[in-house]
């Protein structure tokens, strides 16, 4: 089985040939039809990005294996994707095929670049598992889990040795040219973050502010 897998609607050939198009050049992947989900018996290192309207999204995700871990794209209706978990992104009708596309890229690109990255990454009393989302305290052993944004920012600004990154860049590293992505979107899950990683979320240690971005302190 490829790294990227898409699970689609029945009969929705043109959502089908609209990310087919989307995905030339930047990865392989194999399109399934969500109600094969039990058949393909996917693989928990993969990417799995499933596609249902909102009638039946609830009914198909009991179908996926829990431990699997996998992107949902509910097509329809008005959920919200305000909540501090990214593995579900709700597209109200109508919605440009286009807005969909450049999220899929988006969720790829995300996955690619988590695995260049060392599969184990030592932060001061932590140890970080990018391909886990999660965050291992090595003093007590207790686990924290990431969301997919709060990963991506951690790599970013690992990838930078400990010098800043500034903010733009960091929301260009993390969301792409995803529309109406500003600045206090940033900030919030900054926030989130350091509430997970920081002994005292008001004096951090880990995720600091520089001039006009931020740096690791470990």
């Not at 995905?23 to 799995?48: F, M, Q, W």
């Amino acid at each position: 089985m490829p790294e990227i897998n898409l699970y689609m609607p029945e009969e929705d050939d043109m959502l089908i040939s609209t990310l087919e198009s989307a995905l030339v050049g930047l990865c392989e992947c194999s399109v399934y039809r969500l109600s094969a989900i039990k058949d393909t018996h996917p693989e928990t290192g993969n990417l799995h990005i499933l596609f249902s309207m909102e009638n039946i999204a609830g009914k198909k995700r009991e179908n996926f294996p829990a431990d699997v871990h996998c992107k949902w794209v509910v097509l329809g209706g008005h959920g919200s994707n305000a909540s501090e978990s990214d593995d579900t992104e709700y597209f109200p009708l109508p919605f440009r095929m286009g807005a969909l596309a450049d999220h899929v890229v988006r969720l790829v690109r995300s996955y690619k670049r988590m695995k260049s990255f060392p599969p184990l990454i030592g932060l001061g009393d932590y140890e970080f598992f990018p391909g886990e989302d999660l965050l291992r305290n090595k003093k007590n052993n207790s686990e924290t889990r990431l969301t997919d944004k709060e990963r991506d920012i951690l790599l970013a600004l690992y990838h930078k040795n400990g010098e800043a990154l500034d903010r733009k860049t960091l929301l260009q590293d993390v969301w792409g040219f995803a529309d109406g992505v500003e600045t206090h979107t940033l900030e919030t899950h900054i926030y989130r973050l350091r509430r997970k990683i920081e002994p005292d979320p008001a004096n951090p240690e880990y995720v600091i502010t520089s001039d006009d971005g931020y740096r690791l302190g470990y």
